[in-house]
């Protein structure tokens, strides 16, 4: 898989993304990024992107111009499956758009600054928005980097164990079960017997036992999504 970010912080974006899995992924060639610097596009003699908004309100809108030609010319290098910008008000990512995500080709992803980007850049050149959370971040870049993290642990190859991404919290739609390792027993704080047992069925169905438990006391809202997921 390729993608592109373009952003207003490159350096920052490459060391988000330069360690674990994402940089194994890059090393064994799974994955591939390119980091590009929105001013570089831009052809004001400050290197400036963003503009006063027409309407008079406060703060800054990033220009449509430098970010059209950016987009221009990275798809004469790239056929995009989606070009996605980062933004409080899209669609809230999560484990079934990361699932989804992880088997296109190639993305391109624009982190937003200010108080946000031309609309004409949304209506024309983005083909998907995307939040991280009902909350406003200073800039895209950190919602850039968890979407391309959640997005690589899926591509097949990328985590040494495969069954460990299918066993993420969230992959069926349910928190993980519990784990534990070495000591079975620290401080007096054991592990639970069934895990020593050595009785893989047991084991399993205690772990299913687990996950449902722990979803339906901490997160019952997955479970009425999970039920609404079946219905359709
Ligand atoms: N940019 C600012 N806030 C954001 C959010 N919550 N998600 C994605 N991008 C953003």
Redesign the pocket.
Known sequence: MHVDIITLFPDAMRAMLSYSICQRAQDKGLLSLGFHDLRTWSTNRWRRVDDYPYGGEAGMVMAVEPIARAIEELSSTHVYDEAIY???D?ELFDQNIANELSLKKNLLILC?HYKGIDQRVRDHLITRE????????S??EP?AGIIVDAITRLIPGAIGDAESALSDSFQDGLLAPPVYTRPAEYNGWKVPDILLSGHAAKIAAWQEEQALERTKRLRPDLLDNKSLTKEQ
């Open positions: 980062t933004s409080p899209g937003g995307l939040s991280i959370g009902n909350y406003v971040l800039g895209g919602a």
